[in-house]
């Protein structure tokens, strides 16, 4: 249990209270997962294709280095003056999240997939790379990443084990192993994906002049693969297809997510912010081009427009 800090502002005491008392409830009683929770006497890695194990092997990378971006998300939290995110991440985040990779990369060992020399190799350049993304962010929108990233990361962990179970037969029955790995580690990223959204909520209750600092956070997001990982992330379009990530239900828990954070117009300036940062097709990119400079003003009807359609879309 915290107690007060006096040098909190009032906006942020409140906050900090708010969340303490979320995470005094759920917090306790949590544990990072182990290689030791697995009966390895029953894999059956025969039942698992080739482009599966490489989305493995590009999971067990991206994993393996949680310091990085824990470190800096302190540095928000400390930044921006909130104990409970530090308290977060520190307590929970770090310890679950350093043990993702465990089993992934035990898995990867046992079947024969990868020798263990070469996946310490790829992690070390993992670790080399660090993490680029949140330098000099707050907490809003340090959580706003973490809320979008560990969306995504959940979402693509459940098509994972979807993928080995639709695949399944009663001849061939999908590896218990695997599926439970899945099934574990997607459990605790939904968890941290509702602390950080949760977060988020509570800043922007008390302080709502701060959303345009969650538009920015989405506008620039990137996923770290792309830059821990950039051997590997290209193949991630081809998993995800392959799997059947569900691209649409993702986009859809963004845009109302968003509307809830910060409205449609706050939907709508990130959308058109984001387009014109990424890799779009040619014709459209004229289109993006204007929107992005009718956007820039946040109380534009262009954003409520876009952001009207885009929650109605998906």
Known sequence: MSTANP?????????????????????????????????????????????????????????????????????AADRSNAPWLRRFITQTWLPEEGMHHA???????????????????????????GFVHGAGYSEL???????????????????MRDYLLFQATDENPADPVMVKIL???????????????????????????RKGEVVTAVAEFLMPGHHMAPDWQPKAPVWSEKFNFPLKGVIHDIAHGMVELTGHRGLGQAAILYGARNHIHWYLRPIVALLRLLSLPPASPVNHLAGRLIARAF
């Open 7 to 75: 040098s909190l502002t009032y906006a942020n005491s409140r906050i900090d209270a708010e969340m303490q008392a979320i995470l005094d409830r759920y917090l306790p009683g949590r544990r990072p997962m182990s290689v030791d929770d697995y009966d390895w006497k029953t894999i059956r890695p025969e039942t698992v294709d080739r482009d599966f194990l490489e989305a493995v092997g590009f999971v067990t990378l991206v994993e393996a280095n949680p310091k990085d971006p824990g470190g800096q998300i302190i540095k």
């Open 103 to 129: 089993p992934f990369k035990e898995y990867l060992i046992r079947s024969g997939a990868y020798d263990e020399g070469f996946l310490d190799d790829e992690i070390a350049k993992v670790v080399d790379r």
């Open 141 to 159: 929108q340090a959580t706003t990443y973490g809320w979008l990233q560990e969306l995504i990361t959940w979402r693509f962990y459940d098509s």
């Open 183 to 209: 099934a574990d580690i997607a459990k605790q990223e939904n968890f941290h994906r509702h602390v950080y959204l949760t977060g988020a909520k509570t800043v922007l209750k008390h302080q709502p002049e």
